[in-house]
């Protein structure tokens, strides 16, 4: 059973560029979570699908953020237009809507905006 | 709107020796969720023990088990017989009822040979 996947591990872009994340849940998962990280503080919400439907989106998400899942596989998480302030690590998570629901995170994405 | 804290910014312990790490949480739903999860340096969180709102028993994930307080609204997790390689970054979280977590700042453990 492979676990959460993303991709890519790091990437710097200079502002103003557009950048794309992509996010493979474990497979069996029909719930998939993006959290945004920065130095030293906790995991923050930013939206999370049920298979293919958005649900809900945080109000960190300005409008130059986009996320998609367009078959309730793998989600894409796009950044518009970047500014130095999105830097951050971005997480995936994902979890089985059954029980406790524990969400199984990936190994994150690191983007450095210059 | 639910909240997590994290009192100890950071902690050392003794490689064998137990530690425990606080965890307060505020909500006004009956039903929940608490996590607690590790982060090393690489940046992955890796789940380590789950207790929901109406367990009876404190739950036990191997040398994890989680002191839960439900009056005191604290979920500690204790760590026992520590490893070098328990040194990481832990965070509390808390499920929602909208199913997002709710994490608090976390707790950095460094465990001393």
């Known amino acids: 059973d492979t676990g959460v996947s993303q991709d890519p591990r790091h990437k710097i872009t200079k502002r103003g560029q557009n950048v794309t994340f992509r996010c493979d849940p474990i497979s069996e998962h029909n719930r998939l979570y993006w959290y945004r990280q920065t130095l030293g503080q906790g995991p923050e919400f930013l939206t999370y699908f049920q298979n293919e439907a958005q649900l809900e989106k945080s109000r960190l998400l300005s409008d130059r953020f986009s996320a998609e899942r367009p078959k309730g596989s793998f989600s894409t998480l796009e950044i518009q237009r970047t500014e130095q302030g999105d830097s951050a690590m971005y997480l995936c998570?994902?979890?089985?809507?059954?029980?406790?629901?524990?969400?199984?995170f990936g190994p994150g994405t690191r983007l450095l905006v210059l | 709107a639910q909240k997590i804290t994290q009192t100890q910014p950071g902690m050392f312990v003794q490689e064998k020796e137990a530690v425990t790490l606080d965890c307060t949480y505020d909500?006004?739903?009956?039903?929940?969720?608490l996590f607690w999860y590790k982060q090393p340096s690489s940046g992955e969180m890796i789940f380590l023990i789950y207790?929901?709102?109406?367990?009876?028993q404190n739950a036990t994930e191997g040398r994890y088990s989680l002191n839960f307080q439900k009056a005191r609204k604290s979920a500690n997790l204790v760590i026992s017989a520590s490893q070098l390689g328990d040194s990481a970054m832990y965070f509390c979280?808390?499920?929602?009822?909208?199913?997002?977590?709710?994490f608090g700042a976390g707790t950095i453990l460094r465990v001393k040979s």
């Open positions: 207790q929901g709102s109406y367990d009876q």
């Open positions: 909500t006004s739903d009956p039903s929940y969720g």
């Open positions: 998570a994902s979890s089985f809507i059954q029980g406790r629901e524990t969400q199984y």
């Open positions: 979280a808390m499920r929602d009822e909208g199913n997002k977590l709710v």
